[in-house]
Nanobody, 126 residues
Framework: QVQLVESGGGLVQTGASLRLSCVAS????????MGWFRQAPGKEREFVAA????????YYADSVRGRFTISRDNANNMMYLQMNSLKAEDTAVYYC???????????????????WGQGTQVTVSP
């Protein structure tokens, strides 16, 4: 059984940084893609970033490219999201997600992901 647990959220001011962590357990993730999604109040959940575990290839939403960095620690089954230059519009619950990766996977699509964490709140005050 795959389990994903996020941590690292909090309340910060505009321009600050936070690093989110996701610890994954239950199996080896070498054949997986893992991603970060977020959901702001009153909005649908949206793609933030993803990483192909085996190749460490990364993908970003336009809204966060250049400010956020996704990475993974293979030895410890950890995934991170370093968030810099935070804006009020980054306020959301952030979710870690995982799915078996295939070459035709659309890893920016929420529907592609099988496993989800419980989420961690990030609040950026203006």
């Amino acid at each position: 059984q795959v389990q994903l647990v996020e941590s690292g959220g909090g309340l910060v001011q505009t321009g600050a940084s936070l690093r989110l962590s996701c610890v994954a357990s239950g199996r080896a993730f070498i054949n997986y893609a893992m991603g970060w999604f977020r959901q702001a109040p009153g909005k649908e959940r949206e793609f933030v970033a993803a990483i192909i575990w085996a190749e460490s290839l990364t993908y970003y939403a336009d809204s966060v490219r250049g400010r956020f960095t996704i990475s993974r620690d293979n030895a410890n089954n950890m995934m991170y999201l370093q968030m810099n230059s935070l804006k009020a519009e980054d306020t959301a619950v952030y979710y870690c997600a995982a799915t078996i990766f295939y070459r035709d996977s659309n890893i920016e699509a929420e529907s592609e992901y099988t496993y989800w964490g419980q989420g961690t709140q990030v609040t950026v005050s203006p």
